[in-house]
Nanobody
């Protein structure tokens, strides 16, 4: 019953923006760390941005892959049980399937896929002119 469903992907031109959403069900979002990962064609899945719980277990800190710093913003709306990835100034190299993932906040995960337990099925982002 624990489920993550991504949405918001699509085709955008370089310099454009997208806002990805990850709707969570079956668990309380703020009890979990949430990560956004992506897999480009022919490449391994990599961590893009992660956010820790702010419910007292963790400090709500965020992590961003160096190549997306200043362009992407991760956030959560606990009332809606949804996490977001706002992506601005998109570049062709951002093209990938994007996945959200979750793991209990008590795991204190790094932003690497091996630290995350629950996964959505992904949403495709294509940045092309």
């Amino acid at each position: 019953q624990l489920q993550l469903v991504e949405s918001g992907g699509g085709l955008v031109q370089p310099g454009g923006s997208l806002r990805l959403s990850c709707a969570a069900s079956g668990f309380t979002l703020d009890d979990y760390a949430i990560g956004w990962f992506r897999r480009a064609p022919g490449k391994e899945r990599e961590g893009v941005s992660c956010i820790r719980s702010s419910d007292g277990i963790s400090d709500g800190s965020t992590y961003y892959k160096d190549s997306v710093k200043g362009r992407f913003t991760i956030s959560r709306d606990n009332a809606k049980n949804t996490v977001y990835l706002q992506m601005n100034s998109l570049k062709p190299e951002d093209t990938a399937d994007y996945y959200c993932a979750a793991v209990s906040a008590t795991a204190r995960p790094m932003c690497v896929q091996t630290d995350y337990e629950y996964w959505g099925l992904g949403t495709q982002v294509t940045v092309s002119s």
